[in-house]
């Protein structure tokens, strides 16, 4: 295929007439077609019906004894903490185990920090406090550090990680109190923080002395294919430069058996953790304790879960596979963008020509296909080169995903078009 911008005028006047015929066709079919959000399809939802079975719960005490039917223990059930801390690779003290949604416990624990420090004073009284995001990113980062008031400061991606020269240039600044970032097959570039980059943002040593990491490792079993892209323990690593304090790692069974009733984690330092108890005793008597057991009973230990992971692998994969297939069809050497080819997690990162997001977006919509917003990947729903897009492809049936990737590419090429034009 011929790069667009080498093409004669004439030439891309020509074929920019004939993809507007072949998008007045796709149109008018009234197509309704779903990429817009990471959620596991039927298939593999299906795989965990097995926690519905009553015998997980019976008896329902766990193995110290505690009726998990009733109030208490705030930390999480023995069996799920070690389930979680075999995961992690980290002591089961470690970790609490809570509710359903990770995201709930990075949104309670930066308003904890907001309301009431993180080991000094409450950072809503010193003035304007800031945050690192690794951009393109995770959109519902940036929606609670939005509405928590916390300014939002772009960390650019380069080669799949984030400028840790430029995380260290800011972290001088003692209003920047943290970085929140996906480090293990991120949202949306599915890629993975190499051991060097671990290792450097556990030897941070900012300004601010109450200076956190949120590391979302919500991909950290999610492999596509045989091979694991290894990620280094953060809060290891940090515990040789004496910073653990620094780090908080949240994680979450969400897209492992049911995102709306699945099982989550903080880990954190031994005071970390001590702090997050001593807020949390105000919040909650405990947490599920019966969905904690289930869950521990059903996957038993982390062999367990990485055998159910390649059973989502197996539906998953040709999706992924089906998307790339379609870009590299037809878009490959027209100029018109670059994607990534992730080996693992949920998402691929599309970036198309400087200013064409926002019109393939409108085009794609108009013509029945629901992607995620342009700009989402960004704080604020600012990109500043107006480029990306996140493409979810786990959702849809394979047949209507490769609909929905067709008609991207479509709309992509006649928003490149019209910008040469």
Request: with cysteine; proline share 6%; net charge neutral.
């Amino acid at each position: 295929m011929q790069d667009y911008e080498t093409m004669e005028p004439d030439a891309r006047a020509a074929l920019l007439a004939e993809l507007r015929v072949e998008y007045e066709a796709a149109k008018a079919k009234n197509l309704k077609l779903d990429m817009s959000r990471g959620k596991p399809g039927a298939e593999q939802l299906a795989l965990s019906a097995g926690l519905h079975d009553p015998a997980l719960l019976s008896p329902p005490q766990s193995e110290n004894g505690l009726d998990c039917r009733n109030y208490g223990v705030l930390e999480g059930i023995p069996e799920a903490r070690r389930l979680f801390a075999e995961l992690l690779d980290l002591p089961p003290e470690q970790l609490i185990v809570c509710g359903n949604s990770s995201l709930s416990l990075m949104y309670d624990y930066l308003a904890q920090c907001m309301l009431f420090g993180a080991g000094g004073a409450p950072w809503c009284a010193q003035g304007k406090v800031k945050f690192l995001c690794p951009v393109p990113g995770y959109d519902r980062h940036f929606t609670i550090l939005e509405q928590l008031g916390i300014e939002m400061i772009n960390i650019p991606l380069r080669a799949g990680v984030p400028d840790i020269a430029l995380v260290e240039q800011y972290a001088r600044d003692e209003s920047v109190k943290g970085l929140i970032c996906v480090p293990k097959y991120s949202n949306p570039a599915g890629s993975t923080f190499s051991d060097e980059t671990v290792r450097r943002l556990a030897a941070l040593r900012p300004a601010a002395n109450d200076f956190r990491i949120i590391w979302d490792n919500a991909y950290l079993v999610h492999d596509l294919y045989d091979e694991t892209e290894p990620l280094l323990n953060i809060l290891a690593a940090a515990g040789e430069y004496g910073t653990q304090d620094q780090c908080i790692v949240v994680t979450s069974f969400s897209k492992i058996s049911f995102p709306g009733a699945a099982v989550s984690a903080l880990a954190a330092s031994p005071a970390n953790i001590a702090a997050v108890l001593r807020r949390m005793n105000a919040q909650t008597i405990g947490y599920d304790k019966l969905n904690q057991l289930r869950h521990a009973r059903f996957f038993r230990d982390a062999a367990g879960v990485r055998a159910h992971m390649h059973l989502h692998a197996q539906i998953l994969r040709p999706k992924f596979e089906a998307v790339l297939a379609i870009f590299e069809r037809d878009l490959r050497g027209s100029g018109v963008a670059s994607w990534t080819a992730p080996r693992g997690g949920y998402f691929i990162s599309l970036d198309l020509p400087h200013g064409c997001a926002k019109r393939t977006h409108a085009l794609c919509k108009a013509a029945g296909v629901t992607l995620t917003g342009a700009g989402a990947t960004f704080p604020y729903g600012r990109d500043p080169e107006d480029k990306n897009l996140r493409i979810a492809p786990t959702y849809p049936p394979l047949a209507e995903l490769r609909q929905a990737a067709a008609l991207l590419t479509l709309c992509a090429r006649i928003a490149a078009l019209e910008g040469l034009t």
